[in-house]
């Protein structure tokens, strides 16, 4: 149990698109979503908190304007980086917390974007 | 603010020898501590935990202790192998906060 999927796993787009990046509990009900950034061999980064039904909390430093996320159902957030540029390439991970765990995330594989 | 420093890799090892990684944190309150392990290509997976003092987190023989005095937690396992490969972060969450906060990683090489 406790699987997180996202996608897609990875993607490459020109400078100046939108992509989106999904994160779907796959056997709970999330009320709480992360999304985090992890940069080449370095550690994750949390950039927002998302809650079910309500805004995302951004962390400092990061423009909530330029990653758009939305957490409209228990099983599902989504990543929304717009207007992409090469400094935007990184891999983006997304973890989920069940409602029953305080201290517990279950982390998806990833996504890697590329923006050329 | 909250924090996590682990040693820095990265660290290669012959197999069925013994690893110790070092994490310790700082934290204004009494912070639920994890080990998270990344294989090549894929998510994080949670390894261990511990959430007070003095509890011991085990899992596919790695161990690490909560240690309150010496605000560490430090990963241990008696002989690795090769499949221990991966990369391993510590991180702390404060307690109802929710947030994780990590460590840079420790890249781990085993080899046969």
């Known amino acids: 149990g406790a699987v997180v999927s996202q996608h897609p796993s990875w993607v490459i787009c020109k400078s100046g698109t939108s992509v989106k990046i999904e994160c779907r509990s796959l056997?709970?009900?999330?009320?709480?979503m992360f999304w985090y950034r992890q940069f080449p061999k370095q550690s994750l980064m949390l950039m927002a908190t998302?809650?079910?039904?309500?805004?995302?909390?951004?962390e400092q430093g990061v423009e909530k304007d330029k990653f758009l996320i939305n957490h409209a159902s228990l099983t599902l957030s989504t990543l929304t980086v717009t207007s992409a540029h090469p400094e935007d390439s990184s891999f983006y991970i997304c973890?989920?917390?069940?409602?029953?765990?305080?201290?517990?995330?279950?982390f998806g594989p990833g996504t890697r974007l590329t923006v050329l | 603010g909250d924090s996590v420093t682990q040693m820095e890799g990265p660290v290669t090892l012959s197999e069925e020898a013994f690893l110790t990684i070092n994490c310790t944190y700082t934290?204004?309150?009494?912070?639920?501590l994890f080990w998270y392990v990344q294989y090549p290509g894929e998510g994080l997976q949670l390894l261990l935990k511990?959430?007070?003092?003095?509890d011991k987190g085990s899992n596919k023989g790695f161990e690490a202790t909560y240690r309150k005095e010496t605000t560490s937690f430090h990963l241990e396992k008696g002989s690795v192998q090769v499949s221990d490969s991966a990369v391993y972060f510590c991180?702390?969450?404060?307690?109802?906060?929710?947030?994780?906060?990590f460590g840079q990683g420790t890249r781990l090489t085993i080899n046969p």
């Open positions: 973890s989920a917390s069940p409602p029953v765990s305080l201290v517990e995330q279950f």
């Open positions: 056997d709970f009900q999330a009320t709480t």
């Open positions: 998302s809650n079910e039904g309500s805004k995302a909390t951004y």
């Open positions: 934290a204004t309150g009494y912070p639920s």
């Open positions: 511990a959430t007070k003092a003095d």
């Open positions: 991180a702390l969450s404060d307690q109802g906060a929710q947030k994780l906060v």
